[in-house]
């Protein structure tokens, strides 16, 4: 769900339905809402197994973190689970940060059907309906500790996501690194000094790192165990 959230991708909100039937068609058994213990596994009689167990936000080492309801995984932002305070600092530049601040941003927008009807009434002027599209009701700032925002997404979308952060008037702050969390907000550091940005919320897009259930497997079972 995560992955359709962010404006413009959608599409992406249909692709486990569609994973789904390809699976059943091509003769796969589905065990849905279910987490097989190791022992199953072992049980199971299977030569190959082959674990998809995904990922999960990499906390990073600065001080303050843990424990603080102001912080927030990025991607429970963008599936909708946890809700951001006005003022959003999105930690981290790469292609999760990009659209976890885009999502940020346009929260409060209003939609393009609603756009339609302001300007086929002539209720606002084009550029206050443009507006009203493209920003939202947050204040959004992007912290990044390299040169470049945006680095491993595709050069045609990274320009296009460049445009639209600017058009939701994100701010980015690039080769600043965040030093601590404290009660007044982030502290960061950059070629300015170091200052304190205030925040509501604090998005990490951090990273991710393996989600590994069944460490060790490997000794316990004759089969081959495949990580994907």
């Not at 302001?118 to 002027?125: I, M, N, S």
């Not at 500790?145 to 939701?168: A, F, N, P, Q, Y």
């Amino acid at each position: 769900f995560a992955a359709g959230s962010a404006p413009g991708k959608g599409e992406f909100l249909s692709l486990p339905d569609t994973l789904e039937t390809q699976a059943e068609l091509a003769g796969v058994t589905l065990h849905m809402n279910h987490s097989p213990s190791v022992d199953e596994l072992l049980e199971s009689g299977a030569e190959l197994i082959v674990l998809a167990t995904g990922a999960h936000t990499a906390t990073p080492p600065i001080p303050g973190l843990a424990g603080d309801p102001r912080v927030i995984d990025a991607v429970d932002l963008l599936e909708g689970t946890v809700l951001p305070g006005q003022r959003v600092v999105v930690l981290g530049g790469g292609p999760v940060g990009v659209e976890a601040a885009l999502y940020t941003a346009r929260l409060g927008a209003i939609t393009p059907e609603t756009a339609a009807f302001l300007l086929e009434h002539e209720a606002e002027e084009p550029a206050r309906i443009r507006s009203l599209l493209l920003k939202g009701t947050k204040t959004v700032t992007m912290v990044e500790m390299t040169d470049k925002i945006g680095k491993g997404i595709g050069r045609s979308t990274r320009w296009v996501h460049l445009k639209e952060l600017k058009m939701s008037e994100v701010a980015i702050l690039t080769k600043t690194r965040a030093k601590a969390l404290l009660p007044e907000g982030l502290q960061i550091e950059n070629e300015q000094g170091e200052s304190v940005l205030p925040l509501d919320s604090l998005v990490l897009a951090t990273g991710m790192k393996s989600h590994d259930p069944y460490a060790g497997l490997e000794t316990r079972t004759e089969a081959k165990v495949l990580r994907l």
